[in-house]
């Protein structure tokens, strides 16, 4: 028999890593992190909270990050040497940020960093977190691209541009072309007015560790 390590999710399985580390990695039920799925969940009484596991690699150990009633957990991601965690309170109308303090591979204890009002955001749609630094950002389905925290800074983009990344002062989005032939670019633009700087040719996939690769 093919020997194989047991991880106990409770029937959770679909498993991702955190983006900017390859030593952990995600499971949550029922939305997979998207919170304007959440917050639909919420408003129609169908799910009153979400379940977040973390998984530590390589070996195995699972740390269980319980929500309560009208609480729904974003996709987390990893800065600076922690976890941190994107959480949504539905019944207070609050916007959650924290971060997993851990030593030696152990979670010690989790610190809210920031806590924003729902009411500053339209809506949840693509809300969520990047690096680095950490940020809180929102692409609505009306192009227009905002940071609502630590910053506040709203530009529109184009219609089939996505968010990736950050560094320093630029953001990096990609986009994608249809006609005449279908192609990939990746539109560089500055942090405070949106204006675009450059144009690169592909798309830049982030690997496990932070690193960027141009894919041509």
């Not at 990695?25 to 304007?36: P, V």
């Not at 749609?125 to 809180?136: A, G, I, K, Q, V």
Request: charge should be negative.
């Amino acid at each position: 028999a093919v020997l194989m390590k047991q991880i106990d999710l409770n029937g959770i399985t679909n498993l991702q890593p955190v983006c900017g580390t390859h030593e952990w990695y995600w499971s949550m039920d029922y939305t997979g992190g998207d919170l304007y799925e959440a917050q639909e969940l919420f408003q129609k009484g169908d799910i009153n909270s979400s379940h977040l596991y973390i998984i530590h690699y390589p070996d195995g150990k699972v740390y269980d990050i319980l929500s309560i009633e009208g609480h729904y957990f974003g996709v987390p991601v990893y800065d600076n040497g922690a976890l941190a965690i994107l959480e949504v309170d539905f019944i207070k109308k609050v916007i959650e940020i924290s971060q997993i303090q851990y030593e030696c591979n152990q979670l010690i204890n989790i610190v809210k960093i920031a806590e924003i009002s729902l009411c500053s955001v339209k809506d949840c749609y693509n809300l969520r977190l990047h690096t680095s630094p950490l940020m809180l950002t929102r692409q609505s389905n009306d192009n227009d691209f905002e940071i609502i925290w630590p910053e506040q800074i709203n530009f529109s983009i184009g219609n089939r541009e996505s968010f990736r990344f950050r560094e320093e002062n630029k953001l990096y989005f990609s986009v994608w072309h249809e006609y005449p032939e279908y192609k990939e670019e990746v539109v560089v633009r500055m942090l405070y007015d949106g204006s675009i700087l450059e144009t690169l040719s592909g798309d830049i996939y982030i690997m496990p560790n932070g690193e960027k690769w141009n894919l041509k």
